[in-house]
């Protein structure tokens, strides 16, 4: 069953530092996602992608971050300087081949962030 | 802004029992409102999905129901087993795109 992949599993960082966050999402869905979850907490959304540009995204969603589809399979977030309360599980999300996004979204495992 | 609240917070049943998680929202105006199984450190499992014209989904031993003029949801499982202890997530999805999670309640299922 086709499935989000995302890597790294773990990731630690200084302060200030930037990192990377890759997902791969379903193949020929249309819709990528980024929610995050710090931990004790709801699930956040961060921002939404659709057609190689961003469709919504939340106020946590600032300067900071930043959200590409380098290829035809890979969705990446980036954080340029990270800070503390930037760490948290990070989902990556895809829905849909149908051009239509209030469908079934699909998580990846996520990706822990902690910054030191 | 949408709200969204799930109780108990934490539940903890023999194995056998029949049981209900409940979801309650603020906003009224959704299209769908699905229902996330998350285990310890690890991601979300899509279990059921409801639009917004529909009452209830089945899938297994899972049933969920939707209230949308009450602004409520609550996932029925039967006859629960060790392997559904997990944290369950409600998520309702409005106008756009994002969707909007409750905190979750903590099932454990005893043997």
């Known amino acids: 069953e086709p499935e989000v992949t995302q890597t790294p599993s773990h990731q630690v960082t200084q302060m200030g530092q930037e990192v990377i966050l890759r997902c791969v999402p379903i193949s020929n869905h249309l819709y990528f996602y980024w929610y995050r979850q710090i931990l004790g907490q709801k699930v956040e959304f961060l921002v939404s992608f659709y057609n190689n540009e961003i469709s919504e995204k939340s106020e946590i969603f600032d300067d900071q971050f930043s959200v590409e589809r380098p290829d035809g399979s890979n969705f990446t977030l980036k954080i340029r300087s990270t800070k503390l309360e930037d760490s948290a599980m990070y989902f990556c999300?895809?829905?849909?081949?149908?051009?239509?996004?209030?469908?079934?979204?699909?998580f990846g495992p996520g990706t822990r962030l902690l910054v030191l | 802004k949408q709200e969204v609240t799930q109780i108990p917070a934490a539940l903890s049943v023999p194995e056998g029992e029949n049981l209900v998680l409940n979801c309650s929202f603020t906003d009224s105006a959704i299209y769908n409102l699905q229902w996330f199984r998350q285990d310890p450190g690890k991601g979300l499992t899509s279990l059921l999905l409801i639009q917004s014209s529909q009452r209830e989904q089945t899938s297994g031993r899972l049933n969920a129901s939707l209230d949308k003029s009450s602004g409520r949801s609550t996932l029925y499982i039967a006859a629960s087993q060790p392997g559904d202890s997990a944290t369950y997530l409600c998520?309702?999805?409005?106008?756009?795109?994002?969707?909007?999670f409750g905190k979750g309640t903590k099932l454990t299922v005893n043997p």
């Open positions: 999300a895809s829905s849909t081949n149908t051009g239509e996004p209030l469908e079934t979204q699909y």
């Open positions: 998520a309702v999805q409005g106008g756009s795109e994002k969707l909007v």
